[in-house]
């Protein structure tokens, strides 16, 4: 087992990855840190993001945390930021059969304004086998077309980029750049990318599985959809 850690990894990102993937972190600590990840990866894209229209794409055990966060460090630098948020329900694949996961979309979030915006940052906690990400940026390049995408994670497995890569079309690719401070190259008999992000993030967020997440709203999509909806002039939808 090996983990490369990035530029961005300075000691205190170092020691937040630590504590992630520590067994014995409860899930209202573990949901912190994972919003100081996201805010510092917030932080990191200030300077190449500076006054561009922004759209965050998340996962809805992501929302509250890692999304959060990185909302918390992009704000005074952008000049909006819209979300769309989904709800994924993963299915494993057969790998004897070439059969690939699937994670295909049971509900979703999503503001008129991500239709329209230069930059898309995609968020996920880990990026593994890349399925769950590869289905939301389908689903939202079918209705908008950024200049630059932003995959961005705490922890990447080796093999993400290209597992995602493959899926998409040049024009598409040449798009993407990468952000994660840490990737491990080893996965445990149950899948989990070793050490990761400490297991299965469902449950170390505090959910019983993805079925039981998948019953969760989040405070950030109940925020945002009480503010869009105050303002008569902003549509939404919510799906």
Known sequence: MSRTLTELANASIQSLL???????????EYKHIMYQLGFEHGKALRDKLEGKSVGIACTVEDADFLAQGII?????????????????KRFPGDET?????TAPIQRKYSEPAIKSV?????????ISGACVVK?????????????????????MFTNA????????????????????????DQKSADNNVIPGIGG?????????DQDDKNHYTPELVINRRRNLSSDESTPFSHA
């Open 72 to 88: 918390e460090g992009l704000k005074g630098s952008v000049s909006s930021i819209s979300v769309a948020c989904f709800w994924n």
């Open 118 to 126: 230069e930059s898309l940052i995609v968020a996920k906690s880990i």
């Open 135 to 155: 289905t939301n940026l389908t689903h939202l390049i079918r209705e908008s077309n950024p200049s630059m995408i932003y995959v961005v994670a705490p922890v």
């Open 97 to 101: 059969r070439n059969i690939p996961d």
């Open 161 to 184: 980029k290209l597992n995602l890569e493959k899926e998409f079309a040049s024009d598409i690719t040449r798009r993407f750049s990468y952000s994660y401070f840490a990737q491990d």
């Open 18 to 28: 630590d504590r992630l993937a520590a067994p014995a972190t409860p899930p209202e």
């Open 200 to 208: 299965n993030v469902y449950q170390r967020l505090g959910f019983e």
